[in-house]
């Protein structure tokens, strides 16, 4: 099968087009390497099932060429992570809005399935956990830059499920939750990196906040699982469901847990949200998902564990300084 990805050299993209690969499918990717970058992929990029093209899923003509005779499309370029966020309000509104708009429209014309990949920010503020699908999503204002994300990924559910309920168009939203694994950059503010990344390094962690806030990290693996598992089961479409793993962890025993597992002598310093993010920040207390549904569609359970995942991403990260290490001597 052909498939298209778009931000395929992403964290999350990359190791879905691996798995999408080793399925024996063509996949075509589209990616503006803002944040993604041809490293992640450079293990496949001689692989000739993949092509590759630098470019932006807002240039619509490139986006309806390069995705002609695919079937299945998967929608992950977006403006990710809370610093970029904050810092281009513009393009992440611009770049989630008319991305998901040209990839529906797309979809329709080739007459392919299409996964949106949407956010747990679009939970809001709530804070009754789990978050399920149906919930009732409460926003900050519009003069606190923050929302700008989550709101822009509620208009891209909107539209997906109208494309759904007006066109029959197979499309389904899948909403990310906290999201790790190996590849991932700490560049744009996601914890786990950045901890692990400190941690080796044995420099001091920073806790942003009490620490007390909870997260539920999820594999990448199993999150891309997930993803496939939906989009190949026959009546998934036009629905959203929360894809991640339901256990939480408070960001405080997140940071003593890398400590433990790397073995570090880096002490645990907490920065105040204003320091961290600027001014007017609200960090979302609790973030956990109801695995219900995408587990009554697909039969999906998460596999890994928490450990197993960092215990994975520690090891990449140690040989990737030991190979940085070698080739600065
Ligand atoms: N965080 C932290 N130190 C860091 C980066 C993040 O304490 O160096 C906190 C952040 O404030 C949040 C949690 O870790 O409470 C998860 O942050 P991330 O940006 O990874 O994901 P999100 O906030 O989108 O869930």
């Known amino acids: 099968m052909k498939i298209f990805v778009t931000g395929g050299a992403g964290f999350i993209g990359s190791h879905l087009v ?14 503006n390497l803002s944040t993604g ?10 692989n000739p099932a993949l092509s590759f093209t630098e470019g932006d899923v807002c240039d619509k003509e490139l986006t309806l060429k390069l995705s002609s005779g695919c079937q299945q499309m998967y929608h992950l370029a977006a403006a990710v992570g809370v610093k970029l966020i904050i810092d281009r309000p513009i393009h992440t509104i611009k770049t989630n809005i008319y991305g998901s708009e040209v990839m529906l429209e797309t979809a ?6 299409l996964l949106i990949a949407s956010t747990s920010e679009v939970y809001g503020k709530t804070e009754k956990v789990p978050f399920c699908e149906e919930d009732d999503t409460i926003y900050g204002s519009t003069t606190h ?16 499920l109208a494309y759904y309920r007006q066109t029959g168009l197979k499309v389904l939203v899948a909403r990310f939750f906290n999201t790790i694994g190996p590849g991932q950059t700490g560049r744009y503010g996601m914890v786990v990196p950045r901890f692990i990344d400190s941690a ?12 007390k ?23 998934s479409f036009g629905e959203v469901y929360n894809i991640g793993n339901d256990k939480p962890i408070t960001i405080m025993q997140l940071a003593e847990r890398i400590i433990e597992l790397t073995g570090s002598k880096s002490e645990i310093v907490l920065v105040p949200y204003e320091k961290a993010y600027g001014k007017d920040f609200d960090d979302m207390m609790v973030r956990q998902p109801s695995l219900e549904k995408v587990s009554g ?24 300084n030991e190979h940085f290490f070698e080739n600065a001597l």
């Open 108 to 113: 329709q014309e080739h007459g392919a399935k």
């Open 145 to 160: 830059p923050r929302w700008a994300y989550a709101c822009s990924k509620a208009v891209d559910e909107f539209l997906s």
């Open 37 to 46: 970058s041809l490293d992640n992929i450079a293990d496949v990029l001689e």
């Open 213 to 235: 806030q909870s997260r539920c990290f999820g594999a990448v693996w199993d999150v891309i699982r997930a993803a496939d598992m939906l989009m190949t089961s026959d009546d």
């Open 18 to 31: 691996r798995r999408l690969l080793k399925e024996g499918n063509e996949v075509a990717v589209l990616d």
């Open 297 to 320: 569609k697909t039969g999906f359970k998460p596999e890994y564990s928490l450990d197993m995942i960092l215990r994975e991403m520690i090891e990449y990260q140690q040989r990737k």
């Open 200 to 211: 080796l390094k044995n420099e001091p962690i920073t806790v942003y906040g009490s620490g």
